[in-house]
């Protein structure tokens, strides 16, 4: 019995390891820089149960149905059933927890949950958001692929993002872009920053010459958003992406630099 323990002790400990990129000292930095701090939602989310972990609740900037942490044993992508709502850009967090994936979390979290990815805690400031459940624990799932300290800030600050910074910029927004983004919708007019307020980051980006220029497009899996000199021009059914174009966001903003 006692060798059976200690083999899936070590099971567990070892899958741990190989998503763990970070150092042991550095994580624990990362938890102290971190916990406590007051931040915003840069991006308006979905919001419902963390895949069968209905004691936290899952933060996407991207519908449930086309998210996926974990696999069957099929290997088929299981998605997160429970979309509740949205939460919109601006929302006041508390960070209470920074959980990287390890020996003691392995066995914290439910074997039908993402165990591997970091974990962001989050608590609702309730005296701003009333209207906000405060049961349980906001979860913001950080990818696997986290190698560096650098990767860490990048991928945190993508959905999550300095209290007045965010309040400011939402602030200098028209009422109608504002609107659009509390309800994670697309308007003609806005610019890209916008539009990913509002939708998240697209699964790809894709570019097209048109009329006017070189058009990027944000491509999403019920839409694709048409951009020209970085506004949204239109809005159109989303194409099969088997031989399209693509392009990233760094040879973006390398064009910028170039125009």
């Not at 074997?111 to 005296?127: A, F, G, H, S």
């Not at 692929?145 to 860490?152: G, H, L, V, Y």
């Not at 109608?176 to 980006?205: C, D, N, T």
């Amino acid at each position: 019995m006692k060798k059976t323990i200690l083999f899936v002790c070590a099971l567990a400990l070892s899958s741990c390891l190989h998503y763990n990129h970070l150092s042991l000292p550095l994580q624990k930095s990362l938890a102290s820089q971190y916990t406590s701090q007051i931040v915003a939602l840069k991006q308006s989310c979905y919001f419902g149960a963390l895949y069968d972990e209905n004691e936290k609740v899952l933060l996407s900037a991207r519908p449930f149905e086309e998210i996926s942490h974990i696999v069957g044993l099929d290997g088929a992508p299981i998605h997160p059933e429970s979309q509740t709502g949205i939460i919109p850009a601006g929302t006041l967090f508390e960070i209470k927890r920074v959980a990287f994936p390890g020996f003691l979390t392995s066995f914290e979290r439910m074997l039908t949950t993402p165990r591997y990815n970091p974990w962001i805690y989050l608590e609702p400031l309730q005296r701003e958001n009333p209207h906000i459940p405060t049961k349980y624990p906001y979860i913001v799932l950080l990818p696997l692929d986290i190698n560096t300290e650098a990767d860490f800030h990048a991928r945190l600050f993508e959905m999550l993002g300095p209290k007045d910074e965010v309040l400011s910029w939402l602030t200098q927004r028209k009422p109608s872009i504002r609107s659009a983004i509390e309800f994670k919708e697309v308007v003609r007019g806005m610019q890209r920053k916008e539009l990913i307020a509002s939708l998240g980051e697209p699964l790809h980006w894709l570019s097209s010459t048109s009329e006017g220029g070189e058009a990027q497009i944000a491509w999403y899996p019920d839409q694709e958003v048409w951009l020209l000199h970085e506004q949204v021009l239109e809005i159109r059914k989303p194409r099969s992406l088997y031989g399209a174009p693509r392009v990233s966001i760094d040879d973006i903003e390398a064009q910028k630099q170039i125009n």
